[in-house]
């Protein structure tokens, strides 16, 4: 198709955020991914959905509710945008819950992994799961019967519930036919029965099925004519007017508590639901039927991510792997990393290579009597952390340690408030950033005496500091003692945790200060040398693409002749293809085992291959509201391996790898096995070890 003026450049930010989900749903569906694998794709899917419905959905609501217009570049009204967005959630969902049913669930069942219904059970496990019923669920019940003086209850953000119809007077002779029952969330959604009743090598109960079985023990002397499941999803976007707080902890603390209970965005019911019970919770709940999602099955998939944990089954799961380490056959560990960063700078490329060097960096700081301050950045990091625990264990030995603390990074805002106490308490200087500006970058430095003078040595990031994810994310990571960009990193920690004006940075580009200038700069600059008929390339790969002015800039780039191949995870709102805008642009998403994580920006710049990572994607929020750093690989070597790492396998990449056509629609192409190639695959065989 060709591009005319009337048409719109950019594409819908919802619109792009579902495909991607309906990538991920294409794992759950490749019949090659092992089962177990399968199952987890399509709990990823739904944890997608939850935040996407969380946040996206109801920032949508938002605006239809104040009746604004349409806010983004691509200028859809909110109400045309919502519409879209629940007609395609609903096709995914039941997709979703189709694959589940005819192919997940039946291939487990014929690995000897059993699912039980109720009707399924023997006689053996309905009594094993009624003393369960006594033993773990009715003690921690609380039934809630609608009356007067108990009107329907706000039902908390994503829990599992149950709405109860029933008949006959309770010991007061109230007579309201309907009661709701909250299900615990400290129990799991899926219990696991004893091996000696199990009908196979494994066999699982839903939590939601031990309930049903026994929702009457809870109504006394009343006949139960019906138990329906549901799931309310909840506005979770936080409010707090940083503008207006005295202490920016204390405010999020009172906040972090409505997120439970924010205005309700959608409604998830199990099939068995009656069209009264249903509209009667859509009421309660201020839904429409476009909120309403009727599954045929668990409405929380979502909580069924770590059943695989619980199944030896190594043969429906991926290979495991050991990340390899970035040292010599003969050594079996880095036994001073600073000594070997004295000799060169060291590059790690997550999940293939270990994190493990980035905690022994902290970990080796926080014993090292040399070492005398220790600062880092922290946006998520996990309830349970070794760079935590390793910073804690510094200050504790009256080293200076400097953390800046991220208190409003989405859903790790409670872990992080916990770290930032317990710093505290060990004498840790903690702040909270800048008011206004989310720390996003990733840092750490330490500076260590030798020789009679200071040293200076830093990590820079892609990914965060948490080991948990470094397993499962791709990211680099980039340690070096350089002069010139240990001096940028120290003056960025000087404006995070002082006052006054930035100062001028030799290497690092950096948010809100001046990385989106710097990346049409450098954009313009490929425009400059296509014209003095230099040599010109552009690659990015990052998560995704939004921000007007660089899809601008790169469709002015396409039109004088640059080649250009973007990688973007998930949402993009450039149009590739079009000629006379963009036929020189091509667009692509990775979808494979790994969450694709990494920004890489390659500059060809006559033959000078300049090559960034950062902790940034091209979107507005990260070039205006937060703090990212973008960094230059300066070693040769390592600018040759992020290349023939980070750039080109996926570029190659024929099986994992999602083209995107003018629409914002995808196509994954299929061949040959001789001729597959996966660059997630090569990536493991090349720096990990795999069983």
Same mark, same amino acid.
């Not at 969330?185 to 031990?210: A, M």
């Not at 950062?614 to 973008?630: H, K």
């Given at each position: ?16 955020? &579902? ?17 177990? /694998?399968?199952?987890?794709?399509? #709990? ?43 007609? @395609? %959630? ?38 094993? &799961? +009624? ?54 969330? =400290?129990?799991?959604?899926? =219990? ?5 009743? %199990? ?9 939601? %099925? ?9 109504? %006394? ?7 329906? @499941? ?15 707080? +005295? ?25 068995? #639901?009656?069209?009264? =019970? ?32 619980? =199944? ?9 792997? &050991? ?8 050594? +079996? ?104 500006? +989310? ?6 430095? &330490? ?56 100062? *001028? ?25 296509? *014209? ?22 790169? !469709? ?26 963009? /036929? ?65 396998? !996926?570029?190659?990449?024929? #099986? @994992? ?10 196509? #994954? ?23």
């Amino acid at each position: 198709m060709s591009y005319s003026p009337t048409s719109n450049p950019f594409l819908n930010r919802e619109l792009s955020q &579902i495909e991607f989900n309906r990538r991920v749903l294409a794992q759950a569906e490749n019949k090659d991914n092992p089962l177990l /694998e399968r199952l987890r794709f399509l #709990c990823i899917v739904s944890s997608n959905l939850d935040e996407f419905f969380e946040v996206r959905v109801a920032g949508l609501k938002e605006q239809i509710k104040l009746d604004t217009p349409g806010l983004g570049p691509d200028h859809m009204v909110p109400h045309r945008a919502f519409k879209l967005v629940s007609e @395609q %959630s609903h096709q995914i969902v039941a997709r979703q819950y189709q694959l589940l049913n005819a192919e997940i669930l039946p291939g487990l069942a014929n690995e000897s992994i059993h699912f039980l219904r109720r009707d399924a059970w023997d006689d053996k496990q309905r009594d094993w &799961i +009624k003393a369960f019923f006594f033993r773990e669920l009715m003690p921690v019940l609380t039934p809630i019967g609608l009356d007067p003086a108990h009107p329907f209850p706000r039902v908390l953000n994503k829990s599992l519930n149950f709405a109860v119809a029933l008949e006959g007077k309770d010991a007061f002779g109230r007579n309201s036919g309907t009661a709701i029952v909250q299900a615990p969330r =400290i129990l799991p959604r899926v =219990i696991r029965l004893p091996e000696e009743i %199990s009908c196979g090598q494994y066999s699982f109960v839903f939590l939601s %099925s031990i309930l049903h079985a026994h929702v009457g023990e809870l109504f %006394s002397g009343m006949n139960t004519l019906g138990c329906y @499941q549901f799931r309310a999803t909840r506005n979770s976007d936080l409010f707090v007017d940083e503008e207006a707080v +005295k202490n920016l902890r204390i405010a999020l603390q009172g906040e972090l508590p409505q997120r439970h209970f924010g205005n309700a965005v959608r409604l998830e019911v199990a099939d068995n #639901c009656s069209q009264h =019970i249903a509209d009667f919770l859509l009421e309660q709940l201020c839904l429409t039927r476009d909120d309403f999602y009727q599954v045929e099955g668990p409405v929380n998939l979502a909580r069924l991510m770590y059943v695989s944990d619980q =199944i030896n089954r190594p043969d429906l799961k991926f290979p495991s792997f &050991i990340p390899g380490l970035p040292i010599s056959p003969q050594k +079996k560990k880095i036994t001073n990393i600073f000594q070997m960063l004295r000799k060169h700078d060291l590059l790690l490329h997550h999940p293939y290579q270990s994190f493990q060097p980035v905690i022994h960096f902290i970990q080796q700081a926080a014993i090292d009597p040399n070492v005398v301050a220790v600062k880092q950045t922290v946006y998520r990091t996990g309830t349970d952390s070794m760079v935590m625990d390793a910073l804690i264990a510094a200050a504790s030995r009256g080293k200076e340690v400097t953390v800046v603390v991220e208190l409003l990074a989405r859903f790790d805002e409670e872990a992080n408030i916990n770290w930032a106490s317990r710093l505290e308490e060990v004498g840790a200087h903690v702040v909270y950033g800048v008011v206004g500006h +989310k720390t996003h970058s990733k840092i750490a430095m &330490i500076v260590r005496r030798e020789e009679g003078k200071l040293r200076r040595y830093v990590h820079l990031g892609t990914g965060n500091y948490h080991p948990g994810t470094a397993r499962s994310y791709t990211d680099f990571g980039l340690l070096t003692c350089h002069e010139e960009i240990c001096t940028d990193v120290n003056e960025v920690f000087i404006q995070l945790t002082g006052l006054g004006r930035a100062g *001028k940075l030799t290497h690092l580009w950096q948010s809100p200060f001046n990385l989106h200038s710097q990346i049409l700069n450098a954009i313009n600059n490929e425009i400059q040398n296509i *014209k003095a008929g230099k040599p010109t390339r552009i690659i990015a790969k990052m998560n995704a693409l939004l921000e007007p002015r660089i899809i601008q800039t790169l !469709y002015a780039a396409s039109n004088s002749g640059i080649s250009i191949d973007l990688i973007v995870r998930g949402a993009c709102a450039l149009r590739p293809g079009i000629q006379g805008m963009s /036929e020189n642009i091509r667009v692509r998403s990775i979808i494979g085992r790994f969450l694709e994580h990494t920004r890489i920006f390659y500059f060809c710049n006559n033959n000078a291959h300049n090559v960034y990572l950062s902790s940034a994607d091209w979107m507005d929020r990260n070039f205006f509201r937060r703090i990212e750093l973008c960094f230059p690989v300066l070693d040769d070597r390592l600018k040759k391996r992020v290349i023939n790492e980070g750039l080109k396998p !996926y570029l190659r990449d024929n #099986c @994992q790898a999602w083209e995107m056509d003018q629409n914002g629609g995808y196509r #994954c192409k299929s061949v040959r096995p001789s001729r597959r190639y996966s660059a997630q695959e090569a990536l493991l065989g090349k720096l990990a070890v795999v069983s």
